[in-house]
């Protein structure tokens, strides 16, 4: 019987020094938060000296990628590890219905990530954890929730919310005092926090105070909710600090997509994303690269600015790795720990994009191949492939598809056998085209072109009426098609 006592003794406190070593994980993901809207990316004209330290005391990614410049589909990969056109979820839910000025049909997308995908909060039960999300989750509706999809507790919160002396303007105080007071509640387990703001999504509005703050910005009331969200990761740093747990939690902090570079909805400027092309919505740098800020000291080395790239679909493999778990087969993304950690270089790979939507920010169907410094961008409603060179070409002006003709023959191909890998959907002809609205808004005005940053007053009322346009054709949308498929349909 005293052996038997000792052996459980034993055994159990193996359990628990186990589980002291794994490291918490805290999850935090903006929405539309651009590349370059943080004062440590450059940003001149917005405050952000919490997440400034986050990135002096932990690495800082340049080129960091999302899996589709918009937000489900981004969201779908980063829980999944798996690339959107592999989940045939690769636009927002539930999707922008098809109109008259579209070549080509909208395929029917998955209306939600199904529940046979295993997702991070499952891996992270596997392990041992106490999970929690909170705010957006947009990868499902009823029934494909949060809690479904295997988290121990939620809280939604509100979208939009009234600014006061103690709350911002998309609930980021709420939805950060929920994930403080989880934390100190399990501060003695392992935990995984999914803190999934709204801001800086449109509309948007911030507290008085800040916006005046901010009154020499691009945009103050943009400036004001950068400032906000950067309150609001000091808080819960602040927590975690001051529960000792600082140096046993890794603290990710990144975004969906790239910053909304064009006016919509009440808004009408929101942001840029300069020196990189367009926004949210396009396959150039402007929509896809991120930014992206992993603390965890001790283990992460500070003050390092990691220049390779990276995509937000490795996020399952890496935390697996990070927390003692071996990665299933069959996943698109790969692991960053060894980089994370300082044990080795990120993976060399080409890095694919399928985005086969029209768009309310003016972008087409599309393609995208990065290998090394070269991005391939491959229209699929016309035969116009573009060809850069990021080395030398950040801006993405000069298309060099004429000068170097099997090297898009080759990348092209690449494309294609890799859709086909995945099983993506592809698109189909609209037999209710109306070749002059296509005109009006994707060849008259080329969105991506539009740069905020240095937009003259003309170029500024010529995007509004652009807008005005845009909205028209969407509001009396007839092009045939359904949005979606599914059993269910999305909260917005």
């Excluded at 916006?211 to 969200?229: D, L, S």
């Excluded at 993304?333 to 029209?358: D, E, I, K, M, N």
């Amino acid at each position: 019987m005293m052996r038997l006592v000792l052996f459980l003794s034993v055994f159990v406190g193996a359990l628990a020094a186990a589980e002291s070593t794994k490291p918490n994980v805290v999850f935090i993901l903006c929405d539309d938060l651009g590349i370059n809207d943080l004062h440590c990316y450059g940003r001149q004209d917005h405050h952000t000296p919490n997440l400034d330290r986050l990135a002096r005391e932990g690495m800082r990614f340049t080129t960091a990628y999302c899996a589709q410049p918009i937000c489900s589909p981004s969201r779908a990969a980063i829980l999944s590890g798996k690339a959107p056109a592999r989940l045939h979820l690769t636009t927002y839910l539930p999707g922008r219905p098809n109109t008259v000025a579209q070549k080509i049909l909208h395929p029917e997308i998955q209306m939600q990530v199904g529940l046979g995908e295993k997702l991070l909060p499952r891996y992270f039960k596997d392990a041992g954890y106490v999970t929690a999300a909170a705010g957006k989750w947009h990868v499902g509706g009823q029934g494909f929730g949060p809690l479904e999809h295997g988290f121990d507790v939620y809280h939604a919160g509100q979208p939009n919310t009234k600014p006061s002396a103690t709350e911002g303007g998309k609930g980021e105080y709420d939805l950060t005092g929920f994930a403080m007071k989880f934390i100190e509640d399990n501060k003695d387990r392992p935990f995984f926090v999914y803190l999934a703001h709204n801001a800086p999504h449109i509309p948007y509005t911030a507290q008085p105070d800040r916006v005046a703050k901010n009154a020499a910005a691009f945009e103050p009331v943009y400036a004001g909710v950068i400032e906000t969200i950067d309150d609001a990761v000091g808080r819960l740093v602040a927590k975690l600090e001051s529960l000792h747990l600082a140096e046993k939690t890794v603290i990710i902090f990144t975004s969906d997509n790239g910053g909304l570079h064009v006016p919509e909805g009440t808004h009408p400027r929101i942001t840029h994303n300069s020196p990189y092309r367009a926004g949210k919505g396009f396959v150039y740098e402007g929509g896809l690269r991120i930014p992206l800020i992993v603390r965890w000291p001790g283990r992460v080395p500070a003050g390092v600015v990691m220049e390779s790239p990276v995509i937000n679909t490795d996020w399952v493999p890496t935390l697996l790795e990070l927390t003692g778990q071996k990665a299933p087969a069959g996943l698109d993304g790969v692991s960053l720990a060894a980089v994370l950690t300082a044990r080795g270089p990120a993976p060399q790979r080409r890095l694919y994009w399928h985005f086969p939507h029209y768009t309310n920010q003016g972008s087409r169907p599309s393609g995208a191949v990065r290998d090394g410094n070269w991005m391939l961008v491959d229209y699929y409603d016309a035969d116009a492939p573009e060809l850069y060179d990021l080395a030398k070409d950040l801006p993405e002006k000069n298309d060099l598809s004429a000068k170097y003709p099997e090297r898009v023959k080759e990348m092209r191909a690449s494309l294609v056998a890799w859709r086909e890998s995945v099983g993506a959907q592809s698109n189909t002809p609209n037999l209710n085209y109306v070749p002059a609205r296509y005109r009006e808004l994707y060849v008259d005005v080329d969105a991506s072109r539009f740069d905020p940053a240095t937009a003259d007053e003309l170029h500024w009322t010529r995007m509004q009426e652009w807008r005005t346009g845009m909205n028209s054709v969407v509001a009396t949308s007839g092009g045939g098609g359904k949005a979606g498929k599914g059993k269910k349909k999305a909260a917005q």
